[in-house]
Each structure stands twice: as C-alpha cells, then as structure tokens.
C-alpha cells in the first residue's frame, strides 16, 4: 500500500491550499483515510477523516468550519481543502489510512496503518 501526499506550499495568512493523497496497493473500502500534521518537537496532531464507504467525516475542533476533507472514488485519492489559513497551521501535513474497524479514536495516530510521506504547509504572516 502506498499514500501519496502533495500540494503543500507557502501560502500567505487567510490563503487557500488543497493537499492531495493517492492512494495505490488496495481498496479502501471500509476504511477509514485521514490527515494529521506534526510541527517539530510536537506528536502528530488529528485534523481530519474520512469514512471512504460512506463519505462520514470527522475534524479536530481547531480546522472546523475551514478544512474541508472529501475522496475520488474514481482516483483513489482523499484531498483536504484549507481555507481561511493561520500560522498555527503551518506543519508537515501527512495522510493515513487505517484496515477499517479499530478500538482506537480516529484522532489516535496508532490506529493507522498506512503512512504517506508528508508535504510541508507553511502559512506566512
């Protein structure tokens, strides 16, 4: 299984970006597809997940209203659309796909058992 994460950049405060995760090696069905992002000396923070069956998503309280996630069905590829930016969301953004059923939390980065590589947001003032 491999996750492909792009489109990260500089952006400037109150700017827009859309990250992109393609995924390759099985069906996600039943799974869920998620982002989180981690700054330097800090643990890997929950931002968003998708349920890839139903479409059902989940956000951290700090991107609601701002971050949208949604799935390609088609290109196997979840995206994370980021409006209304701040600097306290600069971070290397990674997405993550879990088996499906989990005792886990969404938000818990050990439920996940696929990573991709990451790409680096950064958010100017």
């Known amino acids: 299984v491999q996750l492909q994460a792009s489109g990260g950049g500089l952006v400037q405060v109150g700017g827009s970006l859309k990250l992109s995760c393609a995924a390759s090696?099985?069906?996600?069905?039943?799974?869920?597809m998620a982002w989180f992002r981690q700054v330097p000396g800090k643990e890997r923070e929950f931002v968003a997940a998708?349920?890839?069956?139903?479409?059902?998503?989940s956000y951290a309280d700090s991107v609601k209203g701002r971050f949208t996630i949604s799935k390609d069905n088609a290109k196997n590829a979840v995206y994370l659309e980021m409006n209304s930016l701040k600097p306290a969301d600069t971070a290397v953004y990674f997405c993550?796909?879990?088996?499906?059923?989990?005792?886990?939390?969404?938000?818990?980065?050990?439920?996940?058992?696929?990573w991709g590589q990451g790409t680096l947001v950064t958010v100017s003032s």
């Open positions: 993550a796909a879990d088996s499906g059923r989990s005792g886990r939390s969404l938000s818990d980065p050990g439920r996940y058992n696929y």
């Open positions: 998708i349920f890839w069956s139903s479409g059902t998503t």
């Open positions: 090696g099985r069906t996600f069905s039943g799974a869920n």
